[in-house]
């Protein structure tokens, strides 16, 4: 008997032969870090459009004739199978690349690992390039949570007082990366070496300035994203043209309801339960 592979599952046994291109260490470096980039957008644009379908046929319990949609949730336990098996085999080419930067003195630090002089460097370069593309948003009290930007990387913050630990306030941060123009920062480093940061991690360091008028002394900030769901929808009620149609749809994408959380795997329970809530999101795909 011919056994037929859902086409899901299929898509995401093609988008794991990119993740292999990432793997190859015949690869030159900087192609693997790009393979490791396509492979991530790749399953974001997954998760907008296939997932998203998935979930629509499971809530409105429609029998579809295709073989591939006769169970969407046995597909959707699947998905959520491999792509757990994916992201850590991202993981471990990451951590290879990572090694591999490092023996060709190239090296990533983060907010905790700087000199003095980069230190200095990160401050300035904050106050003139991205303090004016920051806008926090307190979160924890709010009844509507915001329209967060699909494709976009946020910093979850929890900030606290050393004082008293029980006072927590959530904060969102987007990380401009559109608008400082890359997500690399080039740190001044010792001859022969190259130390970059990425940008969100620069944000992290200057959390204290940020929210200096908070009276909060201690902040814990992970990234975190979300897809949307990305279907298309066409109204076909009223008289309009087919292009306004499809104007229409794209518009509404951006409103579309969240997919998926991808998250910094140490972000705080706390401020991870309230995301999944507010984003009326849960652990497994269903």
Request: no cysteine.
């Amino acid at each position: 008997m011919l056994k037929l592979i859902p086409r899901d599952i299929s898509w995401l046994s093609f988008n794991e032969r990119v993740l292999q291109e990432a793997s190859d260490h015949t690869v030159p470096l900087r192609e693997r870090v790009k393979f490791l980039g396509i492979f991530s957008n790749n399953r974001d644009e997954f998760f907008r459009v296939r997932v998203a379908s998935l979930k629509r046929m499971l809530q409105i319990e429609t029998k579809m004739k295709m073989h591939s949609e006769k169970n969407p949730q046995k597909i959707l336990d699947e998905v959520q199978r491999v792509n757990a098996e994916h992201q850590a085999a991202f993981e471990r080419v990451w951590a290879e690349v990572l090694t591999e930067m490092n023996n060709q003195n190239i090296f990533l630090k983060n907010d905790k690992q700087l000199n003095s002089e980069q230190k200095k460097f990160i401050l300035d370069f904050f106050d003139n390039e991205v303090s004016a593309n920051i806008v926090p948003l307190m979160v924890e009290n709010i009844k509507k949570f915001p329209n967060l930007r699909d494709k976009s990387i946020f910093l979850g913050v929890v900030m606290s007082k050393s004082s008293d630990k029980a006072d927590r306030k959530y904060a969102i941060i987007e990380v401009p990366v559109t608008a400082v123009g890359s997500r690399f920062i080039v740190l001044p480093s010792k001859e022969g070496t190259h130390d970059i940061m990425l940008l969100e991690d620069a944000i992290k360091f200057n959390l204290p300035d940020i929210f200096s008028f908070m009276g909060y002394d201690e902040f814990q900030a992970h990234i975190f994203k979300f897809t949307r769901d990305a279907e298309l929808d066409i109204d076909n009620s009223d008289t309009t043209t087919i292009i306004q149609k499809l104007e229409k749809g794209l518009r509404n994408r951006k409103k579309g309801k969240p997919i998926r959380l991808a998250y910094d795997e140490n972000m705080d329970p706390g401020f991870l339960e309230y995301l999944l809530a507010r984003l009326g999101l849960t652990k497994k795909i269903t």
